[in-house]
């Protein structure tokens, strides 16, 4: 029951994002349900690892390769299915305690913060890259089988 409150709260914070970055209708909800499932990966990532690096990680992984996926279906950049469930994995509560701390003149606590921010979004960067460049490299998979040389052939006419 909890990760069906946590898929409705994030599906419903990912359709917000998506009406301020202006999506595409018909790719809007599509792109939102993604991010709920990716957000519901991360809880449960994190519940069974206790880390939020690895759940970050694995939640950015599934959903670009998600988005990869429903961009060549509905035929959108696959940025318009990545960016709302990117958003709500962002740090911004590592990022609000780094800053307080900074003001509060508590500098070792705040870099401490600091440090778990920049994990974070590490892990999720890591994880479109890696998902971004493993589609990319199948996308091309066919071509190559059809680009290969004959060396029999090589310098002759038609």
Same mark, same amino acid.
């Given at each position: 029951?909890?990760?069906?409150?946590?898929?409705?709260?994030?599906?419903?914070? $990912?359709?917000?994002?998506?009406?301020?970055?202006?999506?595409?209708?018909? /790719?809007?909800?599509?792109?939102?349900?993604? $991010?709920?499932?990716?957000?519901?990966?991360?809880?449960?990532?994190?519940a069974?690892?206790?880390?939020?690096?690895?759940?970050?990680?694995?939640?950015?992984?599934?959903?670009? /390769?998600? $988005?990869?996926?429903?961009?060549?279906?509905y035929?959108?950049?696959?940025?318009?299915?990545?960016?709302?469930?990117?958003? =709500?994995?962002?740090?911004?509560?590592?990022?609000?305690?780094s800053?307080?701390?900074?003001? /509060? =003149? =508590?500098t070792?606590?705040?870099?401490?913060?600091?440090?778990?921010a920049?994990?974070? /979004? $590490?892990a999720?960067?890591?994880?479109?890259?890696?998902?971004?460049?493993?589609?990319?490299?199948?996308?091309?998979?066919?071509?190559? =089988?059809?680009?290969?040389?004959?060396?029999?052939?090589?310098?002759?006419?038609?």
């Amino acid at each position: 029951m909890f990760y069906i409150k946590e898929f409705i709260i994030s599906t419903i914070a $990912a359709v917000g994002f998506g009406l301020i970055f202006d999506l595409p209708k018909k /790719a809007l909800y599509i792109s939102s349900l993604a $991010a709920g499932f990716g957000w519901v990966i991360y809880k449960v990532v994190f519940a069974n690892t206790n880390s939020v690096y690895l759940g970050s990680l694995i939640s950015a992984l599934v959903m670009t /390769a998600t $988005a990869e996926i429903l961009a060549r279906i509905y035929h959108h950049p696959a940025s318009v299915f990545i960016l709302p469930g990117i958003i =709500n994995l962002c740090p911004g509560e590592a990022i609000y305690k780094s800053m307080t701390n900074f003001i /509060a =003149n =508590n500098t070792y606590i705040a870099i401490g913060f600091l440090y778990k921010a920049l994990g974070i /979004a $590490a892990a999720i960067a890591f994880g479109v890259l890696l998902a971004s460049s493993f589609s990319s490299s199948l996308k091309t998979f066919k071509e190559r =089988n059809h680009r290969r040389t004959d060396f029999t052939k090589f310098g002759r006419k038609k």
